[in-house]
């Protein structure tokens, strides 16, 4: 069954922390990755998104990496903003515009 | 460029009503899709279309009808309105393989 899961189910930090989320994937065939951030009561906005052959990618402070051996991927936010506090979701793209979402990790960053 | 548009933005309705959600993008992409997002859940894929005059089921078709005239426009019908229905619903608009645009969504209540 095609799955994306996502770790943890929240997070609280402090602003200026590091902090990094998880998501893990049994979609099959794997077409790409991307990570969203959705605001509360907005849509989500695409952050990165990235094919088998990748394996890092960066947008500002916010830095994606996945494995595709493993089947994992991983969101590291950098140097946390007040304004970082959303909800992150993993989408995973199978088999032609097919895609499985996470339930997202809801942070919350504190000053 | 407004990128992906919905209206209206909030709605309650009686159980048994019927309403259409509006959709529309002016980016001039083949794919739209309509998805329901609940409380601890990932998106769900309602209906999509893959370009005017296409359109088929997703995950959770039943309820809701939808069409596709033109390229801009993918309207969601909710044929008789139930509690269950009661979700927030987020247009997404991609051309093909690429990154997805999503709308600022409808928060439906259904009482």
């Known amino acids: 069954k095609n799955q994306v899961e996502q770790s943890p189910q929240s997070l609280i930090i402090l602003e200026g922390k590091n902090c990094t989320l998880q998501c893990n994937y049994t979609v099959s065939p794997f077409s790409n990755l991307r990570w969203y951030k959705q605001d509360t009561g907005r849509g989500p906005v695409s952050l990165t998104i990235m094919t088998f052959s990748e394996n890092t990618k960066s947008n500002g402070r916010y830095t994606a990496t996945l494995d595709a051996d493993t089947k994992q991927s991983s969101l590291h936010i950098t140097a946390s903003q007040l304004s970082d506090s959303a909800s992150y979701i993993c989408?995973?793209?199978?088999?032609?515009?097919?895609?499985?979402f996470g339930s997202g990790t809801k942070l919350n960053v504190k000053p | 460029n407004a990128g992906v548009t919905q209206t209206p933005k909030f709605q309650v309705l009686k159980t048994g009503q019927s309403m259409t959600l509006q959709c529309a993008q002016d980016m001039n992409h083949e794919y739209m899709s309509w998805y329901r997002q609940d409380p601890g859940m990932g998106l769900r894929l309602i209906h999509y279309?893959?370009?005017?005059?296409?359109?088929d089921q997703g995950e959770v078709p039943n309820g809701y009808n939808v069409s596709r005239s033109t390229t801009e426009d993918f309207p969601l019908r909710l044929l008789s309105a139930a509690p269950s229905q009661t979700s927030v619903y987020f247009c997404?608009?991609?051309?093909?393989?690429?990154?997805?645009?999503f709308g600022p969504g409808t928060r439906l209540t259904v009482t």
């Open positions: 279309s893959v370009g005017a005059g296409i359109t």
């Open positions: 989408v995973v793209s199978g088999s032609f515009n097919k895609f499985y």
């Open positions: 997404a608009s991609s051309s093909r393989g690429y990154e997805q645009y």
